[in-house]
């Protein structure tokens, strides 16, 4: 059993850069794919960006390639998402997931076991 937690959402100005972080506890996320999904208001929830387990695979939703990154410490069972040049389009509650499954396709497919609670991010204009 994995539990997630994530942190790191606010307010931000169009253009702008933010972090926001996930900590597993339970099980070990070591060999798990980790990932996040986000929803905007009225919107349903859709993909971001997923790793693999060793880190060395990423994956990116189109809207956000080149702007987002994310990456992982499997020793301090984290994973975090940098986001550059926001927009309001981005203004979402984002969540962290992770399966049980080493690769990051297996987040973009949806097929995830496990999912924080969701951050909120506002960008505003």
């Known amino acids: 059993q994995v539990q997630l937690t994530e942190s790191g959402g606010g307010l931000v100005q169009d253009g702008g850069s933010l972090v926001v972080s996930c900590s597993a506890s339970?099980?070990?996320?070591?060999?798990?794919?980790m990932g996040w999904f986000r929803q905007a208001p009225g919107e349903e929830r859709e993909f971001v960006a997923a790793i693999d387990w060793s880190g060395d695979k990423t994956d990116y939703a189109d809207p956000v390639k080149g702007r987002f990154t994310i990456s992982r410490d499997n020793a301090k069972k984290t994973t975090n998402l940098q986001m550059n040049r926001l927009t309001p389009e981005d203004t979402a509650v984002y969540y962290c997931?992770?399966?049980?499954?080493?690769?990051?396709?297996?987040?973009?497919?949806?097929?995830?076991?496990?999912w924080g609670n969701g951050t909120l991010v506002t960008v505003s204009s």
């Open positions: 339970g099980s070990g996320i070591d060999g798990y794919a």
């Open positions: 997931v992770s399966a049980m499954n080493p690769f990051s396709i297996t987040i973009r497919k949806g097929e995830v076991d496990w």
